[in-house]
């Protein structure tokens, strides 16, 4: 705790540190101040007696930071963003062009961005189409005229567009990564909330457990903050070359494959996709048909955030998704080649196609330990409810998994913006 504090105290005393961070903070004001703007032609009071009935858009409230239930200009939140990242990462693994242009470096990764940035727009429009259509089979939206239900439509487009545009201004010039620090923003404004709502509805019984369900949470938090920091080191040696009058190489380093490699992007892809069956049901029971209306009680029935079938299959997705992040982000074939071209080994594997086999073997079995982590922790509500029958603390293993990790990523750079800058209080 010591160290965190001096962290904090020579980040402030740093002049261009301190004004990311006073940057940062100023982003989260006003995502904030828009989180509470409403979208005319609403009726908050009835929205939030929905949400109130329903777990799953609960959850999405608490991911939206509570957008959802003031339903602000920002209601839509980043999903629309996520699910766009998802398609624009498989889309490289299908067109030739789109990977090339992915290791075209920071230029490429640009590109790419700009074109997610492209595909969020109709995936908004479409999203908040179907929105309005929800609200207004359970008459909770008044608006009846071409020219209201299109302004409806552009003003939830934009809110996620300008969401997107502060979480990128927090990458490029804040602290952080700005998806992320939303994202956990958010989490962290609706937990005291959900908390207060918990204990004020428990009953003597339920105390018990939610102190149980205390303890467990710092289990969970110190396994998670143990799980983003272990990696295997790989010994690497570098052979001695001599150039003109100078010697290089003839030393060694360690090349560090990190259990969770994904960090959190695994679970808040996961998300996007789970909920999706619960959102199709929840436009079917509005229908007003029957065969509809029956269709959407056998879903509701099956992915039942208590059931089984949506904890295998949300289970299931996390460790995919980690599977498929990793291979993105980590390229053992080009890691491989850029240790031959220095002229470095690693000791017992011939260079080249081997030490590329080699990685490749390390690489998937310690992320199949972290996927099957990630995995745990994802359907850990479901768990502890076996246990504790604490009803109503939504926010669990996800929502803390995403605040330890957004909070741990945030404070190395915090640590790599000081030795950037050669800070000489950073160690004292």
Same mark, same amino acid.
């Given at each position: 705790?010591?160290?965190?504090?001096?962290?904090?105290?020579?980040?402030?005393?740093?002049?261009?540190?301190?004004?990311?961070?006073?940057?940062?903070?100023?982003?989260?004001?006003?995502?904030?101040?828009?989180?509470?703007?409403?979208v005319?032609?609403?009726?908050?009071?009835?929205?939030?007696?929905?949400?109130s009935?329903?777990q799953?858009?609960?959850?999405l409230?608490?991911?939206?930071?509570?957008?959802?239930?003031n339903?602000s200009?920002?209601?839509? =939140?980043?999903?629309?963003?996520?699910?766009?990242?998802?398609?624009?990462?498989?889309?490289?693994?299908?067109?030739?062009?789109?990977?090339?242009?992915?290791?075209?470096g920071?230029?490429?990764?640009?590109?790419?961005?700009?074109?997610?940035?492209?595909?969020?727009v109709?995936?908004a429009?479409?999203?908040?189409?179907?929105?309005?259509?929800?609200?207004?089979?359970? =008459?909770?939206v008044?608006?009846?005229?071409?020219?209201?239900?299109?302004?409806?439509?552009?003003?939830?487009?934009?809110?996620?567009?300008?969401?997107?545009?502060?979480?990128?201004?927090?990458?490029?010039?804040?602290?952080?990564?700005?998806?992320?620090?939303?994202?956990?923003?958010?989490?962290?404004v609706?937990?005291?909330?959900?908390?207060?709502?918990?204990?004020?509805?428990?009953?003597?019984?339920?105390?018990?457990?939610?102190?149980?369900?205390g303890?467990?949470?710092?289990?969970?938090?110190?396994?998670i903050?143990?799980?983003?920091?272990?990696?295997?080191?790989?010994?690497?040696?570098?052979?001695?070359?001599?150039?003109?009058?100078?010697?290089?190489?003839?030393?060694?380093?360690?090349?560090?494959?990190?259990?969770?490699?994904?960090g959190?992007?695994?679970?808040?892809?996961?998300?996007?996709?789970?909920?999706?069956?619960?959102?199709?049901?929840?436009?079917?029971?509005?229908?007003?048909?029957?065969?509809?209306?029956?269709?959407?009680?056998?879903?509701?029935?099956?992915?039942?955030?208590?059931?089984?079938?949506?904890n295998?299959?949300?289970?299931?997705?996390?460790?995919?998704?980690?599977?498929?992040?990793t291979?993105?982000?980590?390229n053992?074939?080009?890691?491989?080649?850029?240790?031959?071209k220095? =002229?470095?080994?690693?000791?017992g594997?011939?260079?080249?196609?081997?030490?590329a086999?080699?990685?490749?073997?390390?690489?998937?079995?310690?992320?199949?330990?972290?996927?099957?982590?990630?995995?745990?922790?994802a359907?850990?509500?479901?768990?502890?409810?076996?246990?504790?029958?604490?009803?109503?603390?939504?926010?669990?293993?996800t929502?803390?998994?995403?605040?330890?990790?957004?909070?741990?990523?945030?404070?190395?750079?915090?640590?790599a913006?000081?030795?950037?800058r050669?800070?000489e =209080?950073?160690?004292?």
């Amino acid at each position: 705790m010591g160290n965190l504090l001096r962290l904090f105290q020579n980040s402030f005393r740093a002049e261009e540190v301190r004004k990311k961070i006073l940057f940062t903070i100023g982003i989260l004001i006003i995502f904030r101040v828009f989180a509470h703007i409403p979208v005319s032609g609403v009726n908050v009071d009835s929205l939030r007696t929905l949400f109130s009935q329903n777990q799953f858009l609960g959850l999405l409230d608490i991911f939206s930071g509570g957008t959802l239930s003031n339903f602000s200009v920002m209601a839509l =939140g980043l999903n629309p963003y996520i699910n766009a990242s998802i398609i624009m990462q498989m889309a490289t693994l299908v067109f030739p062009k789109l990977e090339a242009l992915q290791k075209e470096g920071e230029d490429g990764r640009r590109k790419i961005n700009q074109y997610t940035r492209y595909l969020t727009v109709p995936l908004a429009a479409i999203q908040a189409v179907g929105m309005f259509t929800l609200l207004r089979t359970q =008459g909770i939206v008044s608006l009846q005229s071409p020219i209201e239900i299109l302004s409806f439509i552009l003003t939830m487009t934009a809110g996620t567009m300008l969401m997107v545009w502060l979480g990128e201004l927090i990458t490029e010039r804040g602290i952080g990564n700005g998806i992320s620090i939303l994202i956990f923003a958010g989490i962290v404004v609706r937990a005291p909330v959900l908390f207060i709502q918990t204990v004020s509805t428990a009953t003597a019984q339920n105390l018990s457990n939610i102190l149980i369900f205390g303890l467990l949470g710092i289990v969970v938090i110190t396994s998670i903050v143990i799980v983003n920091e272990a990696t295997r080191q790989i010994p690497v040696y570098y052979a001695r070359r001599v150039r003109g009058n100078r010697i290089y190489g003839n030393q060694s380093t360690h090349l560090p494959l990190r259990l969770n490699q994904a960090g959190v992007i695994p679970i808040i892809f996961a998300v996007s996709i789970i909920l999706l069956p619960s959102l199709i049901a929840t436009f079917l029971s509005s229908s007003g048909r029957e065969n509809l209306s029956a269709i959407a009680t056998q879903i509701t029935i099956w992915f039942d955030p208590n059931g089984f079938l949506y904890n295998a299959v949300y289970f299931g997705l996390v460790v995919l998704f980690a599977f498929f992040y990793t291979a993105v982000v980590f390229n053992p074939k080009k890691i491989s080649e850029e240790i031959q071209k220095y =002229g470095g080994f690693i000791p017992g594997i011939r260079p080249g196609a081997s030490t590329a086999k080699f990685l490749n073997y390390v690489l998937v079995r310690i992320t199949l330990w972290g996927a099957l982590f990630l995995g745990t922790i994802a359907i850990l509500p479901s768990i502890v409810l076996l246990f504790t029958n604490v009803q109503n603390l939504i926010l669990g293993g996800t929502g803390i998994l995403i605040v330890v990790s957004v909070v741990l990523e945030t404070i190395k750079q915090l640590e790599a913006q000081l030795v950037m800058r050669n800070y000489e =209080g950073y160690q004292r």
